[in-house]
């Protein structure tokens, strides 16, 4: 979201283990320009990655 709340991306991925998603997400971010946006990722309700 952006300072204004906007939702920038919403993927949706499987992943085996929490590092693989992980990884995953942190290049998906950094491929959509993403990275230093406020993000999080999560799983089953887990926060597994956040940036403010």
Do not use: C
């Not at 283990?17 to 990884?23: H, K, L, P, T």
């Amino acid at each position: 979201m952006t300072k204004k709340g906007e939702l920038l991306l919403n993927e949706s991925f499987t992943f085996p283990n929490d590092q693989e998603a992980i990884d995953h997400g942190k290049k998906l971010l950094e491929e959509k320009s993403y990275s230093t946006t406020t993000h999080r990722l999560v799983r089953a309700g887990k926060l597994l990655l956040f940036y403010r």
